[in-house]
């Protein structure tokens, strides 16, 4: 290896690990709230117009 791919090659990796440090704190500073979905009263509309009618889900037990 000759002085210039020394040199790139440390510049590199210190672009590589600036770059991880970088990315650490910023996922640190990352906030995010309580996951869910929001459900309002409203009707739903099919393609065709019609409302859709609601359904009751129901829980499969899985063996």
Do not use: H, S
Not at 16 to 39: D, N, Y
């Amino acid at each position: 290896m000759n002085t210039q791919a020394k040199i790139l090659f440390g510049t590199a990796l210190v672009f590589m690990v600036a770059l991880g440090v970088l990315l650490t704190r910023i996922q640190g500073f990352q906030r995010v709230g309580v996951p869910g979905v929001k459900l309002v009263e409203r009707p739903v509309y099919r393609d065709d117009g019609e409302i859709e009618e609601p359904t009751r889900w129901r829980c499969l037990k899985v063996f």
